[in-house]
């Protein structure tokens, strides 16, 4: 199983981002997607998720961050908005296996500067 992050870089605040992992060697279509982050010096957490069917949840309910999956290229997004300094970090995409997230990918670094 591969999980390929990219789309990282960085911004300044108030701009925008797409994220994408691409997957392999797993029944894709059949997974929970997960984005989560990890920012210097304290734990992963959330930031979203979207079900097989396409149910989506998100951390935050303020909008500024749109999950999405495409089955067809095993790819999964995380289109980020009006990007603040304090969501620097490194985002990681994670794959469901059993109810919960199993397999990770590498990480993308997102840096928003002020």
């Known amino acids: 199983v591969q999980l390929q992050a990219s789309g990282g870089g960085l911004v300044q605040a108030g701009g925008s981002l797409r994220l994408s992992c691409a997957a392999s060697g797993l029944t894709f279509r059949s997974r929970a997607m997960g984005w989560f982050r990890q920012a210097p010096g304290k734990e992963r957490e959330f930031v979203a998720e979207i079900s097989p069917n396409g149910s989506i949840r998100y951390a935050d309910a303020k909008g500024r961050f749109t999950i999405s999956r495409d089955n067809a290229k095993e790819t999964v997004y995380l289109q980020m908005n009006s990007l603040k300094p304090e969501d620097t970090a490194v985002y990681y995409c994670?794959?469901?296996?059993?109810?919960?997230?199993?397999?990770w990918g590498q990480g993308t670094q997102v840096t928003v500067s002020s």
């Open positions: 994670a794959a469901d296996n059993g109810g919960r997230y199993f397999y």
